[in-house]
């Protein structure tokens, strides 16, 4: 009877517990422009999954939230898509917080042509060099295009800060679109230009923008003499299918189509093209319908009509893929084929994936295969055009590339040449497994403030860590052996990580450590102020 009695009473003082009010507080703030400090109405805020919009005065407040740890988040059109995330702690002493939003910078203009016009369908495309690794930088576009409206003009949102390069593509905006009598010479716009009026990028202005900046620009557009293109393609090898000549630009995009082409023949002919220099791409499907392509350069100074081309299969580089593993390695793997679902234990699969990429055409890859084989450690490169190539390799499974070597080439700091109708020595990669681990401390000036946390080894970019809470340390786990330079940052925005360029400004603050073979190692780095 008394255990009972004590089983009621146990009952009721919970049922009374659970009636208590819960502990509750008030988050205030405001959300202002980053770059004027002038305070954002009608910006969302976003806290433990609740929302509202900001006053007129930028101001929000916000009760019922819960003790502890949450994020804000505020966005606003006109502002960076990603939102600005700030980390708080919400009680008795939250205070009231700042949301910063980094307005986006925004390029106009107006594209003319002769006598003035307005040329209305010219696609306007903006880029940025990016960084490629550790091999220098490559153009590449920073956003999507917009035409040009009936009065000439374009606008180009979303930028953040930085320098950048403006492209007119007007191949298809002919002279005699305005009404323009026809004329011997013919006469065409050029298919691509540069700002202000480069046919190059070595003689084009650079953009720089600061946030927020709107600049405007104007584009002036000559007609140039245009000339006669046509001649014949010869195929050597087998092709399952042969695509006609193409001329492109420096990032891979069609500026001009041929407008007519014989298969049977390989007589080809495109519509009279301005004076300049080009780059003609020559592709197709190989006999194992593997895709190959080709470049030649040409100048047009006056009419070709019997321009030789020739599609020649390209190099077989052989990759021979040695491991030094001093653990077994315990995987699962399946492949679908016609005899249905194959299982392994991934010993049937390389351990290593090569890719080359052209380095004067961003959009030309070639990557080794990666499917089951009865010699998984022989690899090949299939129809390697001649030219120069950047190098990449990349462990399967685990473990990690100590080396990529051609003879006596280091491919991981050198270009791959490869010879016009040469052949090439097998690249070797060796794959190891005895990788160590980091552990890396942000010291920030503000206790919780998270850290973008940075590696880098021989100046190229190895790892890195943006913590979305308040965390202040991270663990880099399956680390190569070497030197590295560990860099915290109080913002990752606007910082290329993968240009040492950018990374060598802040190299001075930087903690150098040194990692051996499966060894656990620790560091603790000042996090280094970006600013807004």
């Known amino acids: ?138 153009l590449t576009p920073a956003g999507g295009g917009i035409n040009t409206d009936e009065d000439g003009n374009f606008r180009l949102s979303g930028l953040r800060a930085g320098r950048y390069y403006l492209m007119a593509l007007a191949g298809h905006v002919r002279r005699d679109s305005l009404g323009t009598p026809a004329s011997k010479p013919a006469q065409n716009y050029p298919p691509v230009v540069f700002y202000p009026g480069a046919a190059d990028l070595a003689a084009a202005a650079a953009l720089d923008l600061a946030p927020g900046q709107r600049l405007e620009t104007q584009f002036s557009l000559s007609l140039l003499p245009a000339y006669k293109l046509a001649g014949t393609l010869a195929v050597a090898g087998e092709w399952k ?6 001329i492109m630009n420096a990032t891979g995009e069609l500026l001009l189509s041929v407008k007519r082409y014989d298969p049977q023949s390989g007589a080809f002919e495109f519509p009279e093209i301005p004076a300049g220099a080009y780059t003609v791409l020559l592709s197709g499907q190989d006999a194992q319908e593997v895709y190959q392509a080709s470049e030649r350069l040409i ?71 990666f499917a089951p084989a009865s010699d998984p450690s022989a690899l090949q490169l299939h129809g390697v055009a001649p030219g120069k190539y950047l190098v990449r390799a990349q462990a399967s499974f685990r473990g990690y590339v100590q080396s990529v070597r051609c003879g006596a080439q280091d491919l991981m700091r050198e270009e791959l040449t490869v010879a016009e109708g040469g052949s090439v020595i097998p690249i070797e990669v060796v794959v190891r497994d005895d990788l160590a681990t980091l552990h890396v401390v942000a010291r920030a000036s503000q206790p919780g403030q998270p850290a973008a946390i940075v590696i880098l080894r021989d100046g190229v970019l190895s790892s890195a860590a943006y913590p979305l809470t308040g965390a202040s340390e991270t663990r880099f786990m399956g680390v190569p052996p070497g030197t590295y330079k560990v860099f915290a940052f109080d913002s990752p925005k606007g910082i290329d990580f993968a240009d040492p360029e950018v990374m060598a400004k802040y190299a001075s603050q930087a903690v150098t ?3 051996g073979a499966k060894e656990n190692g620790s560091v603790a780095v000042n996090v280094i102020h970006t600013g807004d």
């Open 1 to 138: 009877m008394g255990t009972y009695r004590v089983f009621i009473v146990s009952l009721l003082w919970l049922a009374g517990s659970s009636a208590l009010p819960q502990e509750s507080f008030k988050v205030e703030g405001m959300v202002i422009d980053s770059l004027t400090g002038k305070p954002l109405p009608r910006a969302k805020v976003q806290i433990a999954g609740r929302a509202l919009l900001t006053g007129p005065q930028g101001e929000f407040s916000l009760e019922g939230l819960s003790r502890g740890g949450t994020t804000a988040i505020a966005n606003k059109p006109g502002y960076f898509e990603e939102p600005a995330v700030t980390n708080i702690q919400v009680g008795p002493d939250t205070g009231k917080i700042v949301l910063k939003l980094t307005p986006e910078a925004i390029i106009t203009g107006r594209v003319i042509g002769r006598d003035d016009e307005p040329l209305e369908g010219v696609n306007i495309r903006v880029f940025t060099f990016h960084s490629m690794d550790g091999f220098g930088r490559r």
């Open 299 to 369: 100048t047009v100074s006056k009419d070709v009509m019997d321009l030789k081309l020739s599609l020649v299969p390209g190099a077989n580089i052989p990759v021979i893929a040695r491991t030094e593993f001093s653990e077994p390695f315990h995987g699962s793997c399946s492949s679908s084929s016609a005899n249905g679902v194959q299982h392994s234990d991934c010993s049937d699969y390389p351990v290593v994936r090569v890719t080359l990429t052209s380095a004067n055409s961003s959009f030309r890859q070639i990557t080794t295969p």
């Open 241 to 246: 299918h042969v695509n006609p000549p193409s």
């Open 513 to 515: 450590v040194t990692l």
